[in-house]
């Protein structure tokens, strides 16, 4: 196996251009890891927007445009895989920061979109959405003694399941999640829910004459 290390960073326009350069043209690559993000446990009344606007250049534009480079690649090469690293906030969005929470809602809801895409075109796309896991994220963040809590997960073992769910098909991974039927349940009628929209008037609960 060849590995060529490709020093980035994905807040800066160059340094993102560079990445999305051989994403398109190196047909060795089959495989895109959207796995950086910075995260905050701040709340609006103590955080900074600069610092809450460089989180979604990372966590949303950043993704975004990786994913845009590689997919066309990916679907010209007629195969490939793309794994969006969201976050269990995604859906229990009210355990952090709200623009970090807001942030993994739009990787959760973009993979989505993708699998509607790509599914037929040999693309394949998971979404992980980890809970409290063991790294630097935490002292990053704002809250290191997370990092030993005992409810925090070995990055290790996040990992392996994540991979676990990919050779298994999983479309979303969610390691933290013992009852993978909470998850089968809530994504059915969130799907059922969203047919029900198709309606040209107001509910009669507005009372919209």
Not at 56 to 78: E, H, K, M, Q, S
Not at 89 to 100: C, D, T
Request: glycine letters at 6%; proline letters at 4%.
């Amino acid at each position: 196996m060849q590995v060529t290390a490709l020093a980035a960073d994905l807040s800066d326009s160059a340094g993102m251009a560079k990445v999305e350069a051989v994403l398109r043209s190196d047909p060795s690559i089959t495989m895109l890891v959207n796995n950086a993000g910075v995260g905050s446990v701040a709340s609006i009344l103590q955080a900074d927007v600069d610092k809450m606007e460089a989180m979604i250049d990372v966590n949303i534009t950043a993704l975004t445009r990786l994913t845009y480079a590689a997919a066309p690649a990916f679907v010209a090469r007629g195969k490939g895989a793309i794994i969006n690293i969201s976050s269990a906030v995604a859906i229990a969005v009210e355990n952090l920061n709200g623009v970090y929470s807001a942030s993994k809602s739009y990787v959760l809801s973009f993979g989505h979109s993708l699998q509607k895409d790509l599914a037929e075109k040999g693309v394949r796309i998971q979404t992980v959405l980890p809970a409290a896991t063991a790294t630097e994220f935490w002292d990053v963040a704002g809250y290191a003694p997370q990092k030993t809590s005992d409810t925090t997960m070995r990055a290790e073992d996040l990992v392996d399941a994540a991979l676990a769910g990919f050779d298994a098909g999983e479309l979303v991974t969610i390691p933290a999640l013992h009852e993978a039927e909470a998850w089968t349940r809530w994504e059915q009628e969130r799907r059922e829910m969203g047919a029900k929209f198709r309606n040209p008037k107001p509910a009669p609960r507005y009372h919209v004459a």
